[in-house]
């Protein structure tokens, strides 16, 4: 190896170290903090380590609540957005050039629009039909943005998917229904699935559109940004570590079944 | 009921552009029916108009003498074999057979047991639980052949299904297709752009340009007597040497040449007076031949056994190809040299240009 070789490589594995504490150092110190003693959601000064964050994280009924309703409103969003993400990227698959580009242009202007004008903008609508703030509006507020993820995600997968199957398919009987369910649909699973998860995750983690819409609901993001004012504990330290567990363990899980899938020999 | 297909003066118009005007045939039952012609002249629009995927925009398609308008593919006696073949990759071999089965509401054993069975006519038996991505290019074509026949059509419609095959396996499948299709006793129609691919496998071969249908006959028919020059170019090789038509009787036709005066049979617009094209097939012109004698310089001798192909010019400069026979080729001499060849009228034929 040339010395050219052993600098770029030096170089190259200082980058990656330096990328990676940057993605994993907060993380790190935020799950540390769950562990320490102090009142306050730090590492410094390390007053000791306790594991009671845990206890009072469990025993606060209110941050629960505000869990189930994220927990709810996600559920919510993810049945709402895949089928008609999903409509809308069949849909502008089908389109012909120019429709297409304008369709996909109105289309995506939601994911361009800042989330506090699309909350905002919902309220005043809803109020004017007599409807207030709460898990319906949230799940409407937040699902004009994520469907565009879906719709983005599922067109992908479309434009990788060779229409003659379906043609193939009406060919040779099928209705149109069984061509959607046996053909088209099983090629889309993936993308479903995948945008399924991402939109869980958005619904999840939003708060500026959720925030003026959320009338007398209180969802996590919420919640945790009320503490700020009020007084944050390390109790949130400690539910954000074991969200993060659960991810890591979900994602452990899927992975080793995917694998044992792929091994799983031919009849 | 017979599954004949008949085109009635058919037209497609996509937009401004014109894919196809006026086409009218008819392929009998059970008869081997090619559609041939260069890509873009129109060939799969008909056969997708056949199938239903696209309704014409003039005229009539009929199927056993009954109206196909406004039937869908789903509701047509045919089946297609794609270009791409579009197996189901995400189902194994045996559920992409008998797809056309589910479609119909067949239980799952009697599917399977069908599916077993064309995977015998096929040889290839005990792929049926692999995935189409585990076979080679000759099996998925093969699958793709069983599936169509799985549901039984009256008219198996095929679109180039053997382009992506390599040269031998083409042959092989040509072959297989032709007897499968002797077989079966199904009304094949099939697309091709390979010329030699038409005439080995068909009965009546149709011959297309840009849209427009050029003649229908046998393989034999195209060859020794093309109705236009397209078909004449198109089909086999030719030389074309043009003049005007001087005299036209008894079914010959006497062309002025810069060449001379040559004779041939007389075909499609040969009237006395009018400007016409002699076309001489390769094997008709004959090293030291008296008849309709033509000089030439010849650049190239390719041997090949029984026969070998000179190339050369005519005396006024129009390239010329003639296949000559490995027992006349003494007559022919060496590259370089100046030869006359000649041929026998009744090898040739006379059209007037168009």
């Known amino acids: 190896m040339s010395v050219a070789d052993r600098i770029f490589r030096g170089l190259f594995v200082l980058y990656l170290a330096a990328f990676a504490l940057y993605l994993f150092a907060p993380l790190i110190i935020m799950s540390a903090a769950a562990f320490n003693e102090s009142r306050f959601p730090t590492v410094i000064p390390w007053q000791g380590t306790t594991t009671d964050w845990f206890g009072a994280m469990s025993a606060d009924r209110a941050m629960w609540r505000s869990l189930w309703t994220s927990v709810l409103v996600a559920a919510c969003v993810v049945i709402v957005v895949v089928p008609v993400g999903t409509a809308a990227a069949l849909v502008l698959t089908s389109l012909h050039a120019r429709a297409r580009s304008f369709a996909y242009a109105v289309m995506v202007s939601p994911l361009l629009t800042p989330g506090v004008v699309i909350g905002i903008s919902t309220l005043i609508l809803w109020r004017q039909l007599g409807v207030g703030g709460g898990v319906f509006l949230i799940v409407l507020a937040q699902s004009t943005f994520i469907i565009c993820y879906v719709m983005l995600m599922v067109t992908a997968r479309l434009q990788r998917f060779d229409r003659t199957q379906e043609e193939a398919a009406l060919g040779l009987g099928a209705s149109r229904g069984m061509v959607f369910r046996r053909v088209t649909l099983p090629f889309l699973k993936p993308a479903l699935l995948a945008s399924g998860g991402l939109a869980v995750l958005q619904s999840i983690e939003n708060y500026n559109t959720t925030l003026f819409v959320r009338g007398f609901e209180t969802p996590l993001t919420v919640f945790i940004a009320t503490k700020v004012r009020t007084g944050l504990t390390p109790a949130v330290n400690a539910l954000a570590l074991v969200i993060i567990v659960a991810t890591v363990l979900g994602a452990i899980a899927y992975e080793v079944a995917r694998r044992r899938q792929a091994a799983r020999p031919r009849a | ?354």
């Open chain 2, 1 to 354: 009921m017979s599954h004949s297909v008949e085109l009635a003066q058919i037209g497609m118009t996509f937009g401004t552009t014109r894919a196809v005007s006026d086409v009218s045939f008819k392929v009998e039952q059970g008869e081997f029916f090619s559609i041939l012609g260069p890509s873009g002249c129109g060939k799969t629009t008909i056969l997708r108009m056949i199938a239903g995927f696209t309704e014409p925009t003039e005229g009539r398609v009929l199927i056993g003498g009954r109206d196909m308008k406004g039937l869908g593919p789903n509701q047509r006696p045919t089946a297609m074999i794609f270009q791409s073949l579009a197996l189901f990759p995400l189902m194994p071999v045996w559920e992409n057979i008998a797809f056309g089965l589910e479609a119909r509401g067949v239980g799952k054993a009697e599917r399977r047991r069908k599916a077993d069975e064309l995977l015998r006519l096929i040889a290839l038996e005990g792929y049926g639980d692999r995935m189409p991505g585990e076979l080679s290019g000759g099996q998925r074509q093969r699958v793709a052949i069983a599936r169509a026949l799985a549901v039984e059509p009256g008219v198996l419609l095929l679109d180039e299904p053997l382009s992506a095959l390599d040269l031998k396996l083409r042959q092989h499948m040509r072959a297989e297709l032709r007897a499968l299709q002797k077989r079966t006793g199904v009304t094949f129609i099939y697309i091709t752009h390979d010329q030699s691919e038409a005439l080995a496998m068909s009965d009546r071969v149709a011959v297309m340009s840009a849209g427009l249908l050029q003649q229908v006959a046998t393989p034999r028919e195209l060859y020794d007597n093309p109705a236009t020059a397209f078909v004449a170019r198109f089909v086999g090789e030719t030389n074309a040497i043009s003049g005007r038509i001087s005299d036209v009787q008894d079914g010959r036709a006497r062309i002025d040449t810069a060449l001379g005066i040559l004779t041939g049979r007389a075909g499609q617009g040969a009237r006395t007076g009018a400007q016409g094209t002699i076309y001489i097939r390769p094997e008709a012109l004959m090293p030291g031949d008296p008849v309709n004698a033509l000089d030439a310089r010849i650049e190239r001798v390719d041997f090949e056994g029984a026969f070998a192909l000179v190339h050369g010019r005519f005396a006024d400069g129009a390239a010329l190809a003639a296949s000559v026979p490995s027992t006349r080729l003494a007559e022919a001499p060496a590259p370089g040299a100046e030869t006359r060849f000649g041929f026998a009228p009744e090898h040739a034929v006379v059209l007037g240009d168009a």
